[in-house]
């Protein structure tokens, strides 16, 4: 069986998911997990554990991926890529963070990239450099 071709489709995809994933759970609007969880009216609490359940599931798929394919260190150095690819952008006037709805929407957006670059390492990886992963081998 041929393995399976990365594309930017699909790098995209995982993208998307951890996006939806990351703002599902908390974002500024007030339409999250979280806001839905703190509001006045407490919803049925069975249905509050089975999204919250469903969403830590979803994040630990992520989380996981992630560290088992960049590790701790390929997280440090995504996050000062990206830390300082926004202070470029602040400095060149492109993007203002004054507002701390628009600095967690960006620091929710690096989240999401980290966890999709995380979830498609192995892939870019071996099309950057023709390795295998043990995991991919077949049996």
Avoid: C
Wanted: net charge negative; charged share 15%; hydrophobic share 60%.
């Amino acid at each position: 069986m041929a393995a399976e071709r990365f594309t930017t489709q699909k790098f995209l995809g995982r993208l998307a998911a951890a996006l939806v994933l990351v703002f599902a759970t908390y974002n500024p609007s007030g339409y999250s997990y979280i806001d839905w969880i703190m509001a006045e009216e407490t919803p049925s609490l069975p249905l509050v554990i089975l999204v919250g359940l469903a969403l830590l599931i979803a994040f630990l798929v992520f989380l996981r991926a992630t560290m088992r394919s960049i590790g701790p260190v390929g997280i440090v150095l995504g996050l000062a890529f990206f830390g300082t690819l926004i202070w470029l952008l602040v400095d060149f006037g492109l993007i203002a963070i004054a507002s701390g709805n628009v600095f967690t929407v960006i620091v929710e957006m690096v989240i999401a990239a980290i966890m999709a670059v995380g979830m498609s390492w192995s892939h870019i990886r071996r099309r950057l450099s023709g390795q295998l992963d043990v995991d991919d081998v077949e049996e």
